[in-house]
């Protein structure tokens, strides 16, 4: 069928302006029609005219049609990144040192003397982000562990992120310059770690944000600079589409400079923070979803909301129906039943998708009980809804994501084994930890499922090919930590690579536009430096991009 739509075309070369045609590729669709093609024919919008072999191809080229040779590479549509937190995560890369997980308190402690090394008193420092064996040692200490942190930065004023950003560890002076001391409350939705009274530095969910908010903010030149850096960066490892997951009007107004100004070479979804569960709520950008589309640039849509309903296992403050293990804890949730389906609902009325931060089982229950409202109430035909993180999610429960039309939102750090997942599976236990992400039983199921890197949780590098190659394994890619999660849960290559293109666009909306390279659609692929069929699982992990085309545009080259 895809053939023939092929010949169609072809047959017709009068209608076509061919402005580029790239010839020579061993290329991946995504496109069901037609998998694999050798050569793509654009127009100068970067609009795919016909795909087919270079010989069928090759006679389209006109006097003025530029000729690109794939040189025999494999070729796929490039990654749509479903979950990312773009600007933070950017901001991070930029301005705070690297903290790797597997790093113990002291060498955190050197990183932050390093880090302090000429800068200014009373500079900010702020590194990302640390793991469990720090998180541990900074627990055994105690109220020590924020002196020897306020000593190695020579008294400037620190905060360190956990790698589930969900959790955080500031010195005195961070603390004192949020006004957090010994009488200041713990804030709803949040715990300032204290012992005998004194506050520790340790900061869980919301209470981190009484010290980021002290932090400098960026300026208004700044976002934009910093938007522009995370586009060439996306680009740099094959990344030409992105759904930032809790967004902001500003940050929305940033991108749109640079799609005015011809620079977002990625199509860029945005989950504006329109709920109170939301560290960067605000009345704006409740009133932003009303104008999303008049706000928007060609490469741009914003027709999506987040709330936060449970935080994380690794702090135990993912909703669990069971406690932790040797713990009375099930973790807890921002919203009950009836608010989390009233603010689901009134989104939905409007059609506007909400993307629900819900990890642990009760969580993930009670956001299906609300969409099974909000569906029975507004109708079945309502805008897709997505659960975001939803590892624990209970399996007889995962035929209500499909009935109900709730796309998994997949996030690669738990579905391999790696130092993240280990320390969840020491919270939640082997035995819960081995239910993590049913991706091949919920892939059985018919569920729709895209992957987003959730960048800058757990990874400091965003590394599509590392989330692939445990797709396809379920075990670390560097061979370095023993072990597989679930390895009946790993899928094959060719059920894994639509989640990562595909599967995304169609939950942004742009399902018609992008994710697969088929006549109507943007040219937007990348050029890989090995076939991915040919090597060994593992060696996904390493795989490098060559090119990165956005709209038949070169936009990367290695
Ligand atoms: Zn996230």
Redesign the pocket.
Known sequence: MGQRQGRSLIDRPEHMNVTTLFINGAIRTMDRARPTAEAIAADASGRILALGTTAELRDLAGPDTTVVDLGGRFVMPGIVDF?M?VISGMTTRLRSFAIDAGDDFEAVLMRVRKAAEGKPEGAWLTGSAYGATALADIEKLGIEAKRLLDEASGGRPVLLTHGS?HGAFANGAALAAAGIDASTADPAGGRIVRVDGEVTGLLEESAMWIVDGAVPALGDGEIVDVARAAVGYFNSVGVTGFSD??STPEMIAAFRTLDNAGELSTWAGFHLSASRTCSTWSKEAEEFLSRHEAACGPHMVAGNAKIFLDGVPSLKTAAMIAAYPGTNEHGEMYLSPDELFAEIAAHDRQGIGVKV?AVGDAAICRVLDAVERVRAENGDNGPWHHI?HGQYIPHEDIPRMKRLRVIADLNPPMWFVNHASLAHERVVGKERYATVWPIRTMLEAGVTMAVGS?WM?VFPELSPWQSLAGLLTRADPSGRLPGVHSPHEAITLDQALPLMTRNGAQGMGLGDKTGQLAPGFSADFIVLDRDLHAVEPRAIADTKVLKTFFEGREVYTA
């Open positions: 979950h937190h950003l997951a809790q931060h975001a959730d949780t």
